[in-house]
């Protein structure tokens, strides 16, 4: 790694953290000595970069100073295109939308020559479109459901074609098997479930709160992982 490389990459490393970090942890990330980040800093100083030191807290970039760009390898940039792709081919079409703009976003910013670096490679890279008019009509009001943590109501048809109404605390969505599924506790069930979004009918996010649980979404898949082909998926 040239010293570029290393005075960006630490850039790149306090603008990504929300706490302060340690010359000693600037150096095991870089595996440099904690006297070569002392010198780093120093040089990011005189260039302009607002950064602030203080004796046994770290360093941290302040909210007034001038940053350069973001910059990406074309790996990264290869990975952030095919990202968005797949999120345009399977997500709902508000998330479809804020990742075609984002894309254009970053497309907009490179020199010529990485973006035609980006289509060459872009280009024998298809990706299928898994869409529904279940998934269109769903998956956004699940997700502002989310995140106003409110319950959420809707008939299910089970795969014995069995008829329930259900009233559930939605945790999150997982797309698996190309399809999408909500993960939630059912209260009629008094546990946790997982339905699949295409045997979702009528559904409605209601006025009544739920208190977010302490459990992520990743938790409980890291739960039930072992048990994903069989029971984890029935409801």
């Known amino acids: 790694m040239t010293k570029a490389e290393r005075l960006l990459a630490i850039l790149n490393l306090l603008r990504g953290r929300h706490q302060a970090m340690t010359a000693q942890q600037l150096s095991e990330h870089l595996d440099v000595s904690v006297r070569t980040i002392y010198r ?37 940039l290869e990975a952030l295109t095919f990202g968005a792709r797949l999120v345009k081919a399977s997500a709902d ?28 490679r872009r280009a024998p890279m298809l990706v299928a479109t898994h869409t529904s008019t279940h998934l269109s009509q769903y998956a956004a009001e699940i997700r502002q459901a989310i995140a106003a943590e409110r319950l959420v109501s809707f008939g299910y048809q089970d795969e014995k074609r069995r008829q329930t109404d259900r009233t559930v605390q939605p ?6 098997g190309y399809c999408w599924h909500l993960v939630a506790w059912c209260l009629l069930r008094e546990s946790y479930r997982v339905f699949r979004l295409e045997r979702l009918q009528h559904l409605e996010v209601t006025d009544q709160r739920f208190c977010r649980p302490e459990a992520t979404i990743q938790q409980y ?3 039930y992982a072992p048990d994903a082909r069989t029971d984890f998926w029935s409801v």
């Open 221 to 223: 898949l890291q739960e």
């Open 93 to 120: 079409p508000t998330l479809a939308q804020a990742a075609d703009q984002a894309l254009q976003k970053v497309r907009s910013v490179l020199p010529a020559h990485r973006q035609h670096e980006i289509e060459r």
């Open 40 to 76: 780093d800093i120093e040089a990011l100083c005189r260039q302009g970069a607002d950064i602030e030191g203080e004796a046994g807290i770290g360093y941290r970039l302040t909210d007034r100073g001038h940053l350069p760009p973001l910059t990406f390898t074309i790996d990264e």
């Open 171 to 176: 945790l999150g969505l997982v797309y698996w």
